[in-house]
């Protein structure tokens, strides 16, 4: 209940980043029609590949007239199952489909929404299907099932950047510069990213395959265009958010099906990011769904960092929201200062934020299709660290590596 039908094409689970320069990144996972991460219902598993081509040693998207082809992979069949490929977008907005045999135009053209277009003299024209839930006329896009042109049917990477505040985006798919050739499906750990102390944008994702799940996170240092990938956490991991602690390293907590927070330390070294071990902590959490952590902008009395995390507490369901204070060290050891109750009721897929004023904002789930928004003052949420008393308990390893 509540997924999309086979008939539909899905965009889903975004995270948003506002970059030092005012960039706003939002990252999205886009399916061609009736593909997803689940096996279920008659749905298909995505195919291993990134849906692109190298056309003179630039990675292009491939496209396909033949539908019944959409399962083949372009990098093990060539132009026979997949003769065309996405150029460049002009200034005009508008990527013509070449054919791959001799480069030349096909009559076609994508906007950077990748609708389709008919290529007429003096311009494009839309190109228009029956939607399949209510039959009026909607913009073909090579990622339905019924467009003229198709993808391969795998998982994309989707990244709209705005630079005006929202009120225009730039897309691009990011697969060609962050899937690896042999894996399937690829998920944003949907919530938020962060911004480092050098102006690094980091978004947590995490990879799927039949073999089981492993998040890693994408990275663009500040003035760059491209996204490099870290590692991926050598332990059974999915959703997860991270935090940057005073010494450099990004703390990342990761959703598991151990029944404890877990977390995992990323240091930096020439090239990118080596991961540090995997730790679950002897707190008792419901692990088995995403999570939210920020850094706080203000230090405890004691000159501490302060870290907040949110997420489900209840032993078997996703219930009992909680929002956990904790106090880092410089050698990354953590205590926890406070624990405010958010809730007793469903909590799940909560994203925290600070706000100007310094108070802490919280969105989440408390249902099936109803979401909350509340704000607190910190010192309501943390009264150990920002208003009166005192009562913290250690959260330490529990020995056991993962």
């Keep these: 209940a509540g997924f999309a039908g086979t008939d539909a094409t899905t965009v889903i689970d975004p995270a948003a980043v506002q ?28 195919g291993a590949g990134t849906g692109y081509v190298a056309i003179d040693g630039v990675q292009r998207l491939a496209l396909t007239a033949d539908y019944g082809r959409t399962d083949e992979n372009p990098a093990e069949n060539g132009e026979d199952a997949y ?6 977008f002009g200034e005009e907005g508008y990527a013509p489909v070449l054919r791959r045999r001799d480069h030349a135009p096909s009559g076609y053209a ?37 467009s ?15 630079k005006d505040g929202g009120a225009s985006w730039r897309h691009t798919i990011l697969n060609p510069q962050i899937k690896r050739p042999g894996e399937t499906g690829l998920l944003v750990s949907p919530g938020r990213g962060t911004v480092i102390g050098d102006g690094t944008v980091v978004i947590p994702f995490y990879h799927f395959s039949k073999e089981g799940l492993c998040a890693s996170f994408i990275y663009k240092k500040a003035g760059e265009d491209g996204w490099g990938r870290s590692p991926d956490l050598s332990v059974p991991s999915s959703e997860s ?31 990118g990011y080596r991961w540090g071990e995997a730790v679950r902590t002897g707190m008792r959490v419901h692990s088995d769904c995403n999570l939210s952590a920020i850094a706080y902008s203000r230090r405890s009395r004691d000159g501490r960092q302060v870290i907040l995390l949110s997420c489900p507490s209840g032993e078997e369901a996703r219930r009992d929201g909680r929002i956990f204070t904790f106090l880092a060290d410089a050698d990354g050891s953590m205590e926890l200062a406070d624990t405010f109750a958010v809730n007793r009721g469903i909590f799940q897929y909560s994203c925290l934020t600070e706000q100007k004023d310094g108070k802490i904002a919280l969105l989440y789930e408390d ?36």
Aim: proline fraction near 5%; aromatic fraction near 14%; charge should be negative.
């Design 241 to 271: 958010e991270i935090v940057e602690l005073a010494d450099g390293r990004l703390r990342m907590f990761y959703r598991s099906r151990t029944g404890f927070l877990c977390y995992a330390d990323a240091f930096r070294q020439e090239g």
């Design 110 to 146: 994508l906007d950077r929404m990748y609708n389709l277009y008919a290529v007429r003299e003096g311009g494009v024209a839309p190109l228009t299907q029956k939607q399949v839930d209510s039959g009026r006329p909607v913009a073909q896009n090579v990622f339905y099932r019924d």
């Design 367 to 402: 249902g099936e299709a109803s979401i909350t928004f509340a704000s607190f003052e910190a010192a309501q949420v943390a009264p150990s660290v920002f208003g009166e008393g005192d009562g913290r308990a250690q959260v330490k390893p529990d020995g056991k590596n993962q």
């Design 19 to 46: 970059g030092t320069d005012g960039a706003i990144c939002l990252l999205a996972d886009v399916n061609p029609t009736g593909v997803t991460t689940c096996e279920w219902a008659g749905f298909r598993f995505p």
């Design 148 to 162: 003229a042109l198709h993808v391969y049917n795998t998982g994309y990477m989707w990244l709209a950047i705005s």
């Design 83 to 88: 003769p065309y490929y996405a150029g460049d």
